[in-house]
């Protein structure tokens, strides 16, 4: 019996959007934003530091100057890591949250690198949303006018940042279709995605959900 959906999205896709969806629909707790305000209480930093760390890589330099310190003996010892709050901390502390959401069921999970993380935790199943590129670079128009032009860019420009996020701190293809149970064009729809996510995962279909 699936307790727990997974959905990675290409920016654009909508795939958030449709875990909103799904997860009304199912009657299921929605693990998105939520989740980085919940890695920030435990932490005890701001809301907007774990935001600025939430599904990103540090910088290089600060990447390389922290391999630095803690790895030289010549100099002072570097701060405890549980002290520093950085991508690699927001990392471990979401795979913890994620891991007890899992244990409790009940919840769509919008991206975090959540199907790898769960890629070996029973039912549990993995949706990997994308979309046509017209669809996307619509999409991009409507939310930023101001960048139309840009579209292209800029819708490369995020999912290349999550595939290296994956790639980073999972060791993994962010596209690989072996991480996902059901690979679905949002093209198609939230209505008729809710039902082939819930018949693919042997979930009962109600009513369906509004556009």
């Known amino acids: 019996m699936i307790r727990v959906i ?16 799904l997860a009304e629909h199912l009657g299921w707790k929605l693990v998105d934003e939520c989740l980085a305000a919940e890695v920030a209480r435990e932490a005890g930093v701001t809301a907007r530091l774990a935001e600025r760390c939430d599904e990103r890589l540090d910088p290089w330099y600060y990447r390389f100057g922290k391999a630095f310190w803690h790895g030289s003996i010549e100099r002072l010892p570097a701060p405890p890591i549980n002290e520093i709050f950085d991508s690699e901390r927001m990392v471990g502390l979401m795979r913890k ?8 069921g009940q919840a769509v999970i919008v991206g975090r ?8 935790t029973p039912h549990v199943f993995h949706v990997f949303a994308y979309a046509s590129q017209w669809r996307k670079e619509k999409w991009f128009a409507e939310q930023f006018p101001e960048r139309a032009d840009q579209a292209e860019h800029g819708l490369a420009e995020v999912d290349k940042q999550r595939a290296a996020y994956i790639r980073r701190y999972y060791d993994q293809d962010w596209t690989d279709r072996r991480l996902y149970h059901m690979m679905i064009n949002s093209c198609m729809g939230f209505d008729a995605m ?5 018949d693919g995962a042997g979930l009962t279909v109600a009513e369906p959900v509004s556009r």
């Open 113 to 120: 690198g959540a199907a790898c993380i769960l890629a070996r």
């Open 194 to 198: 809710v039902r082939a996510v819930t």
């Open 6 to 21: 997974t959905v990675e999205r290409e920016y654009g896709s909508r795939g958030a959007e449709f875990a909103h969806h």
């Open 97 to 104: 949250h994620l891991e007890e959401v899992a244990r409790n």
